[in-house]
């Protein structure tokens, strides 16, 4: 099981950014995004069931950030847009076989970098 993420960069504040989560080895019912800033711990970012009915977004990013998958193509996205300096961590998806929320994820992608200028 690989959950690869990529979509990371450099971004003026206000800008947009559209990470991608490619899964391999299996489907999963609920995917997840996480971040961890700069001496910060990783927080729940947002969350999507399998058909994309049910959604889940932390309160700092409700309204600017869309949490979507293409379960033909295995990959879960994340577009952000009016971003923050403060929305700048390490992203980093995840997959369960639970219910959506923002606990019990048994596996995780690498984290890719968005840094966000202001």
């Known amino acids: 099981v690989q959950l690869q993420a990529s979509g990371g960069g450099l971004v003026q504040a206000g800008g947009s950014l559209r990470l991608s989560c490619a899964a391999s080895g299996r489907a999963f019912s609920t995917y997840g995004w996480f971040r961890q800033g700069p001496g910060a711990e990783r927080e729940f970012v947002a969350a999507?069931?399998?058909?994309?009915?049910?959604?889940n977004y932390a309160d700092a990013v409700k309204g600017r950030f869309t949490i979507s998958r293409d379960n033909a193509k295995s990959t879960v996205y994340l577009q952000m847009n009016s971003l923050k300096s403060e929305d700048t961590a390490v992203y980093y998806c995840?997959?369960?076989?639970?219910?959506?929320?923002?606990?019990?994820?048994?596996?995780w992608g690498q984290g890719t970098l968005v840094t966000v200028s202001s």
């Open positions: 995840a997959a369960k076989r639970g219910a959506i929320g923002a606990r019990g994820y048994d596996y």
């Open positions: 999507i069931s399998w058909g994309g009915g049910s959604r």
